[in-house]
C-alpha cells in the first residue's frame, strides 16, 4: 500500500517549480540583454583585438591577462582569424 503526499507538499512542491521556472525565464532575458549590450555596443572592446584571449568585451581585457596591459605580454599569440590570406600561408603548421 502506497502512500500519497500530503497535499500540502505537492502545491509547495508546485509552488517551488513555478518559482524556478520563472527565475530561469528572467535569467535567460538578463543573458539575453548581456548579450545584445556587449555585442551591439558602440563602445570600443579593450586590449589587443589581434589577440587569441582578447574577450572583444567592453568589460574584460583577456582571459589570460584581464589586468593588462597588452604590450609585452608573454601569453600573447596572434588569432589566426585576425590573420590576413597572405599571413596564413606562411604560418607555421
Not at 68 to 85: A, F, I, T
Amino acid at each position: 500500500m502506497s502512500k500519497d503526499p500530503p497535499l500540502d507538499t505537492i502545491a509547495l512542491r508546485s509552488l517551488r517549480e513555478r518559482a524556478y521556472q520563472r527565475f530561469l525565464q528572467e535569467w535567460r532575458r538578463q543573458v539575453l540583454l548581456m548579450r545584445h549590450h556587449v555585442w551591439e555596443s558602440p563602445t570600443p572592446s579593450l586590449g589587443d583585438p589581434s589577440c587569441l584571449f582578447n574577450a572583444h568585451t567592453s568589460f574584460l581585457r583577456c582571459a589570460v591577462n584581464p589586468s593588462g596591459p597588452c604590450q609585452g605580454c608573454p601569453d600573447y599569440q596572434r588569432d589566426p582569424s585576425s590573420m590576413s590570406g597572405e599571413e596564413q600561408s606562411f604560418r607555421d603548421p
